[in-house]
């Protein structure tokens, strides 16, 4: 594996300043991070942006860059239908994010907001994701399109659906939530053979490394085990803590990786 | 109690359409419904809002009526305590839109919160933040003919109003006759409080109910279908009558767990609720 940086996402800092988040990153000796674009931090709608300066002078008085930047999933559906009011507000937030992704200089612009409506017109809604996908896709410029199996309740679940998207938008990268795709039975060597050197984030859920740590997790040695897979294998992007509180350097030293990194 | 006070909230129907929604409440009789405005069932946001002429018109198709609304605020860009004064005046914006809305589908209340602090400020500073936008909106949905009722949080939400004592404290400090008090009995017994204590201490001015089921104090299963808890149903809707409460008791079913069939845990609870309330 070739690890590029651990990100903390400042998504755990809803309810705290964004320098917090920024201070954690850089005590932590990692350069990237995660931007999490959303109230207190960054207000956004369908008709503007607010707070964008604020985070790039944090970002440069902590020396960070934003590897991924990832929109605050709100109510937004980019399977809605664009002639609605609702399907109209979501493009046009997102385009705004688009924007803002590029004003930061972040590398990447994650999108997760593809609602699976169970009574709903299942291939129309993913028909409408590709062409938001492709547009966005055009207008982020350099900044790549990250997308991940968003679970259940999403138009693209698991990784045949994303292969799809993929197949239907060849430029965008791609981001495997591990639980998700562990829950559905996939393996990493299976997203790895989809992906090769576009899958580029693998997201670790901080209940998993919490189990792990207090000696409570009941599955088996699954968790574990696939981590040191992932840190054996031809894995070449970052990785994503979600929510762990303890703090990415215990994950780590969970997964028997030496402390500051590879 | 009477069955129309028994309001259906749409909000664990969200990843299934607002017509399969109404079809589910028709089927059991339901005729009350506090609109959760969220997607993909409504469209709100600071500027514009859903054709409620449409939506009005649906849901007297299947033999509902909306008596009661809640503008989102969690999952979204606006909250009651929102800092930065322009930022504050997007979230009045929202929140006014939202009293708009309620109007216009015929409902007669509006629910509210006290949002929330960032952690690391005064809580004095939030509070005020609150206060000022509730006693604002208090006046807006005045002009309307709607009343706003507060309802309570849960401290890990918030420390503004996470109580009774708090939430008595912010209707006071908003100081606007028309912001009322309303329980979350999920809220509630997260406290340790009683239905009674609630009652006794707002009289007339409790003038709604978020009336869910609970796994009891401290526990984070607080909004979940009756029988599924620990809370007295039967004591509790005892104690309404004894204080005559006559207000709506939403069906605020919010637990992830019952998303992937609405419908069934709708079945469950109202089946409950009707064996107490013919």
Not at chain 1, 115 to 127: A, C, F, S
Not at chain 1, 204 to 223: I, S, Y
Not at chain 1, 233 to 246: K, M, P, V
Not at chain 2, 104 to 121: D, K, P, S, Y
Request: proline share 3%.
């Amino acid at each position: 594996m070739l690890l590029y940086g651990v990100l903390h996402s400042s998504e755990r800092y809803q309810r705290m300043y964004l320098v917090d988040c920024l201070r954690d990153q850089a005590e932590a000796g990692w350069k990237d991070v995660e931007i999490y674009g959303q109230v207190p931090h960054l207000f956004a709608d369908a008709y503007g942006i607010s707070g964008l300066e604020e985070i790039k002078k944090g970002l440069e008085a902590f020396a960070l860059e934003a590897a991924v930047f990832r929109p605050g999933v709100y109510q937004y559906d980019l399977c809605a239908d664009p002639e609605d009011p609702f399907g109209a507000a979501s493009m046009g937030y997102y385009r705004h994010m688009a924007a803002a992704a590029v004003k930061l200089g972040a590398k990447m612009l994650s999108l997760n907001s593809f609602m699976r409506i169970v009574d709903g017109d299942l291939p129309e809604r993913k028909k409408r994701a590709v062409k938001a996908v492709k547009m966005l896709s055009a207008e982020a410029g350099p900044v790549k399109i990250l997308c991940e199996n968003g679970g259940k309740y999403s138009a693209f679940s698991a990784l045949k659906e994303l292969c799809d998207l993929k197949s239907a938008v060849p430029e965008i990268q791609i981001q495997m939530n591990l639980a998700g795709a562990l829950e559905a039975g996939e393996k990493l060597s299976d997203w790895l053979k989809a992906f090769g050197e576009d899958l580029k984030v693998i997201s670790v859920p901080g209940f998993l490394l919490r189990e792990m740590q207090e000696g409570t997790h009941t599955d088996g040695e699954w968790p574990k085990d696939c981590l040191s897979a992932l840190f054996q294998s031809s894995f070449c992007g970052w990785i994503r803590l979600e929510n762990y509180e303890a703090g990415y350097r215990e994950a780590f030293r969970l997964c028997g990786i030496p402390a500051g990194g590879l | 109690m009477r069955r129309e006070q028994i309001a259906q909230m749409n909000q664990h129907y969200k990843r299934y359409s607002y017509r399969f929604f109404l079809e589910n409440q028709k089927r059991l009789g339901v005729t009350s419904l506090e609109l959760w405005m969220g997607a993909p069932h409504f469209y709100l946001d600071r500027l514009r809002y859903s054709d409620c002429t449409a939506i009005r018109r649906q849901t007297a198709s299947a033999g509902l009526s909306v008596k009661a609304a809640t503008a989102p605020s969690f999952a979204r860009q606006y909250q009651y305590a929102m800092p930065g004064k322009e930022w504050s005046e997007y979230a009045f914006a929202y929140f006014s839109n939202g009293i708009r809305a309620a109007a216009e589908l015929g409902a007669g209340i509006v629910t509210v919160n006290a949002g929330w602090e960032l952690i690391g400020e005064p809580l004095s500073e939030a509070a005020k933040r609150s206060a000022q936008m509730l006693h604002r909106l208090a006046e807006f949905a005045w002009q309307r003919g709607i009343v706003l009722a507060m309802e309570p949080l849960m401290t890990t939400e918030s420390c503004i109003a996470d109580s009774l004592r708090g939430t008595k404290n912010l209707i006071r400090a908003s100081a606007h006759h028309n912001l009322k008090a309303m329980v979350d009995t999920g809220a509630m017994a997260y406290q340790g409080e009683t239905l009674e204590e609630w009652l006794e201490a707002f009289g007339e001015d409790l003038v709604h109910m978020h009336f869910v089921d609970a796994a009891g104090r401290g526990d984070s299963f607080t909004h979940g279908v009756w029988g599924d808890g620990v809370l007295p149903l039967q004591d509790m809707l005892s104690c309404m009558e004894r204080y005559g409460y006559r207000g709506l008791l939403t069906q605020e079913i919010a637990e992830e767990r019952y998303e992937d069939d609405p419908a069934q845990a709708d079945r469950r609870n109202i089946g409950m609720l009707r064996r107490y309330i013919p």
